[in-house]
């Protein structure tokens, strides 16, 4: 019989399958570099396999053309959440997201749209309220002490 418990946390649908590597024009104060994401002073961004993200976020379709947005959304967001880019770089994040989406093949408009919808909401659910909550299955309990 197995003991113990799990840690986890959900919110994520998609995860990297291979490192993933481009040039963005997001250029940090300082290198950072954490588990899945670096992001260098020359705008070079690598996000590391093995990365999970919840994919393109509201009322929306997870499309071709929206996915690779997300991801390096995503990442950005993560970084300014653990405070190594500074909050002002928020618009910076939308702003590539709604670029990433049009050089990928969406429309315009809802490229527009899709900036518009991050602008508004992402600062209370991608900065402030970002982290995912750690969850316990089938629940967290002291270890017993043998006697």
């Known amino acids: 019989m197995t003991e113990g418990y799990i840690a986890y946390t959900d919110g994520w649908r998609y995860q990297l399958a291979e490192d993933y590597t481009c040039k963005i024009n997001v250029i940090p104060p300082l290198n950072v570099k ?20 919840d994919g393109p976020s509201g009322p929306t379709v997870d499309s071709k053309n929206f996915m690779r947005g997300s991801l390096v959304h995503d990442a950005l967001y993560q970084l300014i959440r653990e405070k190594h880019l500074p909050l002002s770089y928020r618009d910076k994040a939308d702003r590539l997201l709604q670029q990433m989406c049009k050089e990928d093949g969406m429309w315009a408009i809802r ?21 995912h909550k750690v969850s316990y299955a089938p629940k967290k309990i002291a270890k017993k002490t043998l006697e």
Not at 35 to 52: N, V
């Open 111 to 131: 490229a527009w749209y899709v900036y518009q919808g991050v602008s508004t909401f992402g600062g209370d659910f991608g900065i402030k309220n970002g982290a």
């Open 34 to 53: 954490t588990e899945y994401i670096e992001l260098l002073g020359d705008g070079t961004l690598t996000i590391r396999h093995g990365y999970a993200w």
